[in-house]
RNA sequence: GCCUCUGUAGCUCAGUGGAUAGAGCGUCUGCCUCCGGAGCAGAAGGCCGAAGGUUCGAUUCCUUUCAGGGGCACCA
């Protein structure tokens, strides 16, 4: 029995109160059976007696012993009492509880998929860094985080699409063109231009692909040197996200939606819903409206539109593909974009708050240094990927929410590579798949399964932590909080090394197979698939053997 | 000044409107003649930043306050 199904069996049970007139009280959408951290206090309880109680103007006792008697009629609830001032201690059948080895090992890859989102169109973009630069240890957070989010909001059900925003527009394109331009002939970084050893690195593979640029003023390369560079550049970071194992569904160009027309399109639809002004020849948007500090610029006037008339058109494209809710992942540095982004939403007439989602990550520090291309100082995430793998460093960051502030060392990372809690989840992972396989070896298979013979402490330990799987991965799609996923993994690994600890898949020595190693080998195997599962669901591996 | 995030064990950090607040690292004690010791069992270590409020019950929610991070462009 899982923990859903007992708490359906108690919803049920409020039901059948209420129809029957024992209680007068609306029934909740679901009951939270939680785990209680002391055995004595039975497999699961719930504090519905305490919660309902008063609505239902009854004593929470009188209200409990009510749900008692219901209860302990339902088959696999071995015991219900009440405890303190109404809390319902629930204790299941050993047979029922193990039953649910055998529920997860024939559901495979797909346990813990659930239906906590369907019907959600999501799009979500995240990254987005320029493309003027190599990834860098700033934007390895929400490529780690966000690609996780998007994984467990698939398995809950939702529609998912991730967006990678490439900011290709603007002045900046031109300064990161003139700064390899410079760098190809020797001559000094240009003001507020890049000054990483990449821009040589990128000179070289343009001046490859067109070895006359190298005898051109600056004025007749710079259009195809840049988009020269643009391109190897780009084809950078889509190949280092590819081996961090994030794989974007879109790359959106933002000069597309200034070439399409598609900017002067939603001003001239944000003006027909009467959000617009002008003012000292500029182009306004009326953000104050909806919550902004202060209104826009859409269109300057020099007649140029600004970043944020780009938004505009880029969200707009977001609610014209379909999306009913686009998450946008942020760094902390950018928490000031929040409300305005909010108030395209509504000024495009969409609901700020249901259609429209940011979300803030704190910055990553390394040594309490700040990161710019510009300084010339970047960590690349190519060169953390090599140093410490893609496993541990996306482990490493999704084990926290994003709005924790963290401080990474490289060194340290490196050094503490095997202290890394990856290595303890990929480990039971190894170890539990090690011993399904010498067990197999030794006779011991699945033909055959008697739950009610996983009667050790740590069965049913570990059995009620797997039975959370489902209900966790839903809650860390609904908060958009992977780092639930890690935290239970390394529940799971505690669980089950306690278990191989106390008991034994494969009989000691020569003894003989008996019916509870065929039973523990479905038990074994159901940790291998949630390990599994839920490693995936961070993009990290789970290795057969370390 | 305004906005926002954070403050929990020596360190790095989880966590919850409820019963005795957790993990890893570090320290200390045990456990390899047998399924992977990259492991297990146990010990020590806490004014959950401070003060008010809501509640039967607050570390959790609200207000104030102190401390630290980040942000406040007709840049992109």
């Not at 340290?412 to 039971?428: E, S």
């Not at 190894?430 to 055959?448: D, I, Y």
């Amino acid at each position: 029995m899982t923990p859903e199904e007992l708490s359906a069996a108690i919803s049920a049970c409020l039901s059948q109160a209420v129809a029957a007139g024992e209680i007068a009280v609306e029934v909740p959408d679901t009951v939270r059976v939680e785990r209680p951290k002391s055995r004595e206090h039975g497999d699961w309880s719930t504090n519905i007696a305490l919660q309902l109680g008063k609505k239902a103007s009854m004593a929470p006792r009188d209200f409990a012993a009510m749900l008692v008697r219901r209860l302990s009629e339902v088959e696999g609830i071995g015991g219900v009492e009440i405890a303190g001032p109404g809390f319902l201690n629930i204790t299941l059948d050993t047979a029922a509880a193990g039953e649910l080895a055998r529920t997860i090992v024939e559901a495979g890859d797909h346990f813990g998929h659930n239906q906590a989102l369907t019907g959600h169109v999501v799009n979500m973009e995240f990254v987005s860094a320029n493309p003027t630069g190599p990834l860098h240890i700033g934007h390895t957070r929400w490529a780690a985080l966000g690609d996780a989010i998007a994984r467990v909001l698939r398995a809950s059900g939702a529609q998912v699409t991730s967006e990678y925003y490439i900011n290709d527009a603007g002045n900046q394109m031109n300064v990161f063109a003139r700064s390899v331009y410079n760098r190809m002939h020797g001559l000094p970084v240009p003001e507020g231009g890049y000054p990483g050893e990449y821009i040589k690195e990128l000179a070289d593979i343009v001046l490859a692909q067109a070895p006359e640029l190298a005898e051109q003023d600056e004025e007749t390369a710079l259009p195809k040197l840049r988009e020269l560079a643009y391109t190897a550049q780009l084809a950078d970071i889509k190949s280092t996200l590819a081996d961090f194992g994030v794989n974007f569904d879109v790359f959106f160009s933002e000069s597309a939606l200034h070439d399409g027309g598609a900017v002067a399109d939603a001003v001239a639809r944000l003006r027909e819903q009467g959000h617009i002004f002008d003012l000292e020849g500029a182009v306004w948007l009326r953000t104050t409206d909806f919550g902004d500090d202060k209104d826009r610029v859409l269109i300057r006037a020099n007649g140029e539109p600004t970043y944020f008339a780009a938004d505009a058109a880029y969200y707009l494209s977001k609610k014209d593909r379909g999306f009913s809710e686009k998450i946008y992942l942020l760094g902390a540095d950018h928490h000031g974009y929040v409300n305005r982004l909010k108030a395209i939403a509504a000024c495009a007439g969409d609901d700020k708050e249901a259609n429209i989602e940011v979300l803030i990550g704190q910055l990553i520090s390394v040594n309490g240094a700040k990161l710019s291309k510009r300084a010339g100082n970047i960590i690349e995430l190519r060169d953390l990927i090599n140093w410490i793998g893609a496993d541990a460093l996306r482990y490493s960051l999704a084990r926290y929410p994003a709005d924790s502030p963290i401080a990474l060392d490289p060194e340290q990372l490196k050094k503490n590579t095997n202290d890394n809690p990856v290595f303890y989840v990929q480990y039971a992972h190894a170890r539990s798949f090690g011993a399904s396989a010498n067990a197999q070896a030794k006779g011991v298979t699945r033909e055959s399964f008697d739950a009610s013979l996983l009667t050790d402490p740590s069965e049913n330990e570990l059995l009620a932590v797997l039975g959370q799987f489902p209900s966790v991965v839903a809650g860390a799609a609904q908060s958009r909080e992977p780092h639930r996923i890690a935290r239970y993994l390394e529940q799971v690994a505690g669980a089950y090394h306690s278990w191989y600890a106390a008991t034994r898949v494969t009989p000691l020595g020569d003894g003989p197979v008996e019916e509870v190693h065929h039973t523990r080998l479905w038990l074994n195997d159901a940790t291998t698939q949630v390990l599994a599962n839920g490693l995936s669901l961070l993009g990290v591996s789970a290795p057969e053997r370390m």
